[in-house]
């Protein structure tokens, strides 16, 4: 167990990411051959699909705990960070959708604004908090891209957390999942922008996730409304707005460079 943990409290890198594809593999396995494992919406897969969902903080923890930095870690990570103006990209998925919407209505097509009601949002809010950002950003945004980024800088460090972390959405195609409707190289690509978006934010947080925890509800809450406006199927919709995230966030990425703000300070 000594050897082990000091493997994991010297190579950080390669033990978050051995010890968070294993788990998730396992939690894989057993979705594909529980029966009812293979949604999260039963009683049996629920916690299944928890275990997978949150292996990059279980990862996370696991080597903070080894090098004794975990609470820390902890504190530094959920910390409020000065204010950045940075810190507002976390909302540009709503803001993308709302222009996509707008344009469609422009067009002439159909929006079900009736199958909204504001008794969804909360349960909308919670359910893709706790099945998504909440449960991966520890790990891939609090550990992994900062450990990178020693190395190789913010911006090959975040494209590098971007492959990642869509090859660990990889197998999600195998199951009924909601990712799953979406084409893989549509899905992979807005994974990696949004991982561009996120090492800016992070770059202006000393070491703070909140806001990146906000990105990424805000663009998967933007895919359960544009879900119940029935406006798009899921594909079309992640399809459609790259037409505007691959120029945004050429854009931004240009401003962060000139601007020369992309020093990362860390309490």
């Not at 593999?25 to 897969?45: C, F, K, R, Y």
């Amino acid at each position: 167990m000594g050897r082990i943990n000091l493997l994991l409290a010297d190579n950080p890198i390669a033990g978050f990411l051995l010890l968070t594809f294993i788990i998730s593999l396992i939690s894989l396995v057993l979705m594909l051959n529980v029966s009812g494992a293979h949604t999260p919406e039963s009683s049996i897969g629920l916690p299944i699909w928890l275990i997978a969902i949150w292996s990059p903080n279980i990862a996370a923890i696991i080597i903070w705990s080894v090098k004794k930095e975990l609470l820390l870690k902890l504190q530094t990570s959920f910390s409020f960070p000065d204010f950045s103006w940075w810190q507002c990209v976390s909302l540009l998925p709503l803001v993308i959708a709302g222009a996509i919407l707008i344009l469609e209505l422009q067009r002439g097509h159909v929006i079900q604004w009736s199958n909204f009601e504001l008794k969804f949002l909360i349960p909308l809010l919670l359910i893709n908090l706790f099945l998504g950002p909440l449960g991966e950003e520890l790990g891939w945004r609090g550990l992994l891209y900062p450990e990178i980024k020693t190395n190789y800088g913010w911006m090959a460090s975040a494209l590098i957390v971007g492959a990642i972390w869509s090859l660990w959405h990889a197998p999600l195609w195998l199951l009924d999942s909601p990712q799953s409707k979406i084409p893989f190289w549509a899905f992979s690509l807005n994974v990696v922008l949004l991982s561009m978006l996120m090492g800016i934010i992070y770059n202006h947080s000393q070491g703070s996730i909140i806001a990146i925890v906000i990105l990424h509800l805000t663009f998967n809450v933007s895919l359960g409304i544009i879900d119940v406006l029935g406006s798009h199927q899921p594909g079309e919709f992640v399809i459609k707005s790259l037409y505007l995230y691959v120029p945004l966030v050429l854009i931004l990425v240009g401003i962060h460079e000139v601007t020369g703000s992309h020093t990362c300070r860390i309490q």
